[in-house]
Structure formats: C-alpha cells, structure tokens
C-alpha cells in the first residue's frame, strides 16, 4: 500500500514573491487526491516540493517519519526512490523508442537483468494501454499516448506515491477521461497514494477521493471530495463550475467593486461564462469491470466516517447518501427516508 504523507505549515518563496504559505494537509495513504487552483498559484511549485526537487522555506514534508525540508542528501535519495512521477509533457527523451524511455529508470537505478527490465517494460505498457508501441520514437505518438508512456516510466520502480502534473493538459475531453479512467484504474491496480496536480473541473469531480485548492498564497481547503464539491466557499464554488462570477478573476485576485459589478450583469440575466452548474455529490469513477477492488475505497469510508461530524452538514449528507445497505449497517445508519 502506499504511505501517507504530512505537509505540516509549509510555505514558498521563490526571493521576495512568496507563492504559497500555510500549507498543511495529509495525503492518506493509498487515496487519490487532486490539488487544484488557477493558473500560476503554484500547485507544480507543491508538486515540485514534496518530491524535494524544490525546498520550501518552511514547514516540514514527513514521509516514513522523514522530514523532506530538513533531511540529509541520502535520505532525501533514499525517500526519492518512494515516488514516481508524471511531468506535464511525458518529460520522454526525444531520441529514445518508448521501450528504452520507459526502461530507463530500471537502467539507471537497478541491477535487474535485460529480461526482467523487457518483462516489467512491457507489463507496465500494458497497464497503461500501449502494449505493441514499443518501437515508437515519442515524436510519432499523439499527446495523449505521451502521457501514457510517461506514467508507465513514472510505475517501472513500483512507487508508494505517484505524483502527477496536469495529466489533462493538451488532451482533448474525451481523451482527458480515457486518462481519469486509467488513474483510478492503477490505484485499483497499485495501490499506491496519488497527488494529481490540475485545472480540469471534470477530473477534479470524479477522480479523487480527497480535493484541495489553492488560491490567493494560501491552501484554501482540503479535504474528502464531498467537503469540496458541496462547499460554498466563494472561491471554490467558481472554480468548480468554471465561472467568471467570484474572487478569482483574470489575474487571480478581483477586487470588491468588479465582483459586485458582475454579479450584478449575471443577476440581470447575462450569462457568466460557465457551462457547467453542476450540483452537489457526483458519482465517483469506478475501477474498469475486471480491474481489482479499489482498497482505498474501503479504508476511505472508515476514515472518513471517523471524521463526519466535524464537516459541514452538505458534506455529511453527500457521504451518507453514497453508502449503500451494507455500509449503513457497518456504520450502524439507519434507512434513507423516502
Ligand atoms: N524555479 C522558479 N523560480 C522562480 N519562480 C518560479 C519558479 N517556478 C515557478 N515559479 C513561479 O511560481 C508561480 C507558480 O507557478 P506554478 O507553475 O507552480 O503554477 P501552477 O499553479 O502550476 O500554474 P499552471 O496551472 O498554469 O501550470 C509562478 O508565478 C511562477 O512564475
């Protein structure tokens, strides 16, 4: 299964323009989480710091009991090899096949044997829906193929926490949920704790077990899906229906006078930009028929039933909705009214 990790009050700052401060949540262990937030409020800057290719100013990353701001150089190396990670662009090397750019690592960092690294190569392109594209340079294979090969990269060494920048960028609609299908497919398949790191209002909905937001230097909320996806936080309802009405305007922050200007044009029947006035709980994607149960579907739940009462009632209600008979039993809730 794959490990928690504990941010604990970090915060960045790239000299004097700080980027995020505050920042503390933890992803459980072997859950999907997705960080989302506008354009340039630093979510690849968080993704680049827990994996420790960048260093936060402050707070502490805790993995295993190590903290990453504060290791030596071996343990950061020896913590490093804990994760696998998905770059935007694939980050495949141009002039390498797909088999040797996702045999690469094992090159690189193991001892293993030509066979074994052609075995695990092929069954990690398999995972990942590339199975006889093995002879293929990167340059003739669309994006989203790309992207596929990069996380069957980012999976030959067995991460424990996958990391994933943008996994939707440049891809198409449909194309982008081919890609969420195959995330919850390999945590079904892996195990493993996921970080997905995007913009994409669809993948956010569905993906993730857990969903946090980042906005105006600081972690506006994190936590279990239905807490973000019933929120009436301002800032957070916006972006989730991709609306142009709210704090987050074209350069991140709006000032009072412009947001009550358009609210005033969208009362007055203007439309506002969204299309997308989606409402409450949406279902969560399953695992493929024929894929594995999904773990941390289970350890979810009792988690999050530990925790129900102290999340707003919206939240309460989306998760007690998607219990079924047997669930209510176990948390010993009684029969949906009619
Ligand atoms: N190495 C760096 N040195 C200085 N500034 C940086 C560095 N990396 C990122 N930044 C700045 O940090 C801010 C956040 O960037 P980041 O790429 O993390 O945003 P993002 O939320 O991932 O945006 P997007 O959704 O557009 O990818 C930006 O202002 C960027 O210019």
């Given amino acids: 299964m794959g490990v928690e990790v504990v941010v604990d009050d970090l915060a960045k700052s790239f000299g004097n323009q700080r980027i995020w401060q505050d920042v503390t949540l933890t992803l459980p262990a072997g859950e999907v989480s997705v960080m989302l937030g506008p354009s340039g409020t630093g979510k690849s800057v968080f993704l680049k710091c827990l994996i420790g290719l960048l260093k936060p100013n402050s707070g502490k990353i805790l993995i295993n009991g190590v903290d990453l701001v504060r290791c030596s150089e071996h343990q950061l190396y020896e913590t490093r090899k804990l994760f696998g990670v998905l770059f935007q662009d694939g980050a495949l090397f141009g002039s390498m096949n797909l088999f040797d750019n996702i045999a690469f690592p094992l090159r690189e960092h193991t001892k293993k044997s030509e066979s074994e690294i052609r075995n695990i190569v092929l069954g990690k392109m398999d995972m990942v829906g590339l199975a006889g594209a ?3 340079l990167p ?3 669309s994006g989203g193929m790309r992207k596929r090969a990069g996380l069957a990269r980012a999976l030959v060494l067995d991460p424990q926490i996958i990391l994933v920048d943008e996994p ?3 891809l198409d609609p449909v194309r982008t949920s081919y890609i969420s299908q195959l995330l919850i497919d390999l945590n079904a398949q892996v195990d493993a704790t996921i ?3 995007s913009h994409n209002i669809n993948l956010a909905r569905t993906v993730p077990d857990n969903i946090g937001m980042l906005f105006r230097r600081e972690l506006v909320m994190f936590g279990p899906r239905e807490v973000l996806l019933t929120s009436e936080v301002p800032a957070v309802k916006q972006f989730l229906n991709g609306s142009r ?3 987050i305007g074209m350069s991140e922050e709006k000032d009072e006078a412009t947001m009550a200007a358009e609210q005033a044009h969208a009362a007055a029947g203007h439309h506002d930009g ?5 409402r409450g709980v949406v279902p969560q994607l399953q695992p493929t028929p024929g894929m594995p149960y999904r773990e941390a579907v289970r350890r979810r739940k009792d988690r999050v039933m530990r ?3 102290t999340l707003p009632p919206a939240a309460q209600h989306g998760i007690v909705a998607s219990l079924d008979a047997d669930d209510r039993l176990r948390y010993g809730i009684g029969a949906p009214v009619r």
């Fill in 168 to 170: 939707d960028s440049g």
């Fill in 134 to 136: 093995e002879r293929k």
């Fill in 274 to 278: 969204s299309t997308e006035d989606v």
């Fill in 195 to 197: 970080m997905i790191v």
């Fill in 307 to 309: 925790i129900i009462h």
């Fill in 245 to 247: 009405i709210g704090p």
């Fill in 139 to 141: 340059g003739e294979i």
